[in-house]
Structures are given as C-alpha cells and as structure tokens.
Nanobody
Framework: EVQLVESGGGLVQPGGSLRLSCALS????????MSWVRQAPGKGLEWVAG????????AYADSVDGRFTISRDNAKNTVYLQMNSLKPEDTAVYYC???????????????WGQGTQVTVSA
C-alpha cells in the first residue's frame, strides 16, 4: 500500500520558519519525482516546489522562490520543505505528492498525502 505522511505543520508568526517532512512507504521512493502542493482557504490547488527523482534538480513557484527549499533523502524515503520568511499568504494545507516524472503542475502527480496545516499569523 502506498502511503505518504506529512508532518511539521503548525502555527508560526510572520517572518518565521517551518520545516515540513513527508515520509513515504509502499513504493520505490527513489524512482519518483516529488512535489509540494498547497491549498489556501477558499482557493484551488497551487504547485509550490518540486524535485526530481535523483535530487539534483529543483524548481519553485514564483511566490515562494528564494524563501522555500525542497530536498529529499532517498535513504530515508523522505522529502522535506524548508520554509523561511513565512508570510500570512503562505497559510494553507500543504500536501506532498509523488509522480513518475518531474512536472511543475500538481495534475501530474499520482500519489498524495493527507496534508498538513500551516498557519502564518501574528
């Protein structure tokens, strides 16, 4: 059974940092590209960041470029999202997603976690 489990969300003040983790099981993690996708209250899904299967290529949405960093540890079957300089507009449910090839759009990803809430507020 394929499982993706996110953790690390929470409440943080503007300007603060959080690190999200996503642990995967049930498939060959190192063969899959990974992305983080978010959904803000009342809005649709937004692709945030992605990393290829080998971990040597990353890409970011303009809204988070320079503030967020995606990484992966294939030995631990885990992908991370380091979020710095957080803004209230980063408030959303964050999902990790796995797909057979890298793509900068959420529709290309086949497996999804349950999501973790990130709230940025004073």
């Amino acid at each position: 059974e394929v499982q993706l489990v996110e953790s690390g969300g929470g409440l943080v003040q503007p300007g603060g940092s959080l690190r999200l983790s996503c642990a995967l099981s049930g498939f060959s993690f190192s063969a899959y590209a990974m992305s983080w996708v978010r959904q803000a209250p009342g809005k649709g899904l937004e692709w945030v960041a992605g990393i290829n299967s080998g971990g040597d290529y990353t890409a970011y949405a303009d809204s988070v470029d320079g503030r967020f960093t995606i990484s992966r540890d294939n030995a631990k079957n885990t992908v991370y999202l380091q979020m710095n300089s957080l803004k209230p507009e980063d408030t959303a449910v964050y999902y990790c997603a796995a797909g057979g090839r890298f793509a900068a759009e959420w529709g290309e990803y086949h497996y999804w976690g349950q999501g973790t809430q990130v709230t940025v507020s004073a």
